[in-house]
């Protein structure tokens, strides 16, 4: 599949390129800025140049799956935590579903909820808003969107184990570690696309004891 991957120059999203490169997919990597090509020149994979505030329909079409993998990030204020993570997300989904790149999974986070009280509730609310559009946007479009929404915690640092703990209950509190590598994060967001248990699933993602492929089979 070609897979359009946005906010590939982001620390989970150039794991997930490199996943996809390693692998039998073809990443095209979404950038904001011409200087940010040359890294994935180096890699041998195409960029196009795009920005979630405003259209991205000449980077979707072709596509056949978009890994959404972008956010606004903490350092800037709450206007760009709705353009970006809520409206922009939005944007992205819909854009995918009218330009035939069906296939589309989302990296969300642990606690996303448009009800949220959290200390962060400005970034929980609008990644809660997003998801709720992307699990209903059947009922607004005709066309079809095979969508999976991974749920990560706190993302590290960490070398990728391998294995996961996943979970479809998302408002239940982990049982173990309620972190996420980013490694362990971009090998589930590429691994979605080859298991089909995946798809119309939500669902959490820590660090477990479970090898990732077996977790998402059992989704
Ligand atoms: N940090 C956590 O503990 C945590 C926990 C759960 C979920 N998450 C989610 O995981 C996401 C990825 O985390 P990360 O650490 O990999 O983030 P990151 O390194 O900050 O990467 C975010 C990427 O999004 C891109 N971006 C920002 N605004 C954009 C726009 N308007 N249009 C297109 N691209 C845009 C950035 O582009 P530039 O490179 O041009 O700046 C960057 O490449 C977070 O944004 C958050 O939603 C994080």
């Not at 005709?142 to 706190?154: F, N, R, V």
């Not at 979605?192 to 820590?206: R, W, Y």
């Amino acid at each position: 599949m070609k897979v359009l991957v946005i906010g590939a120059n982001g620390k989970t999203g150039r794991r997930v390129v490199e996943t996809l490169k390693a692998g039998s997919h073809e990443p095209l990597a979404l950038i904001r800025s011409p200087a940010q090509k040359d890294s994935f020149d180096a890699m041998g994979v195409p960029t196009v140049l795009g920005d979630l505030e405003y259209p991205i329909d000449h980077a979707v079409r072709g596509c056949d799956a978009v890994i959404f993998a972008a956010g606004s990030g903490s350092k800037t204020g709450k206007d760009k935590t709705v353009l970006v993570d809520h409206v922009g997300a939005i944007r992205s989904m819909v854009t995918a579903a009218v330009n035939g790149a069906r296939r589309y999974v989302m990296l969300s986070s642990f606690r996303a909820d448009v009800a949220s009280e959290s200390p962060i509730k400005h970034y929980h609310r609008a990644k809660g808003a997003a998801d709720d559009f992307l699990r209903s946007i059947h009922e607004v479009l005709p066309e079809p969107l095979d969508w999976t929404i991974i749920c990560p915690g706190g993302l590290t640092e960490d070398a990728g184990s391998g294995r996961v703990a996943v979970s479809l209950q998302t408002a239940q509190e982990p049982d173990g570690s309620s972190k996420t590598s980013r490694d362990n994060l971009a090998a589930a967001l590429a691994a979605c696309l080859d298991e089909p248990a995946t798809v119309g699933k939500t669902f959490t993602l820590f660090e477990g004891e479970t090898p990732l492929r077996e977790a998402l089979r059992s989704l």
